[in-house]
């Protein structure tokens, strides 16, 4: 089930209904070697903020998108 588009249609479904609650951001923290995911993320119109960082879950790569 990997690579046929489930998981941008269901983060682009989420992504939607918050918006739709008028949600004006919206922002995730995919690890910075996770390639996939933020490739991901990318396509559905995030754009990282800031370099990664270290936090105490591990390192993050800070992305939002705006409504």
Same mark, same amino acid.
């Given at each position: 089930? #990997?690579?046929? &588009?489930? &998981?941008? !249609?269901?983060?682009?479904? @989420?992504?939607? /209904? %918050?918006?739709? =609650? =008028?949600? +004006?951001? #919206?922002?995730?923290? +995919?690890?910075? =070697?996770? *390639? @996939? /995911?933020?490739?991901?993320?990318?396509?559905? &119109?995030? *754009? !990282?903020?800031?370099?990664?960082? *270290?936090?105490?879950?591990? %390192? #993050?790569? +800070?992305?939002?998108? @705006? @409504?």
């Amino acid at each position: 089930m #990997i690579g046929i &588009g489930h &998981g941008s !249609a269901f983060i682009g479904a @989420r992504m939607q /209904a %918050l918006f739709d =609650e =008028e949600a +004006p951001v #919206i922002a995730t923290d +995919p690890h910075p =070697e996770n *390639e @996939r /995911a933020i490739a991901v993320y990318k396509k559905l &119109g995030f *754009e !990282a903020f800031g370099p990664p960082q *270290e936090t105490q879950w591990g %390192l #993050i790569l +800070p992305m939002m998108v @705006r @409504r």
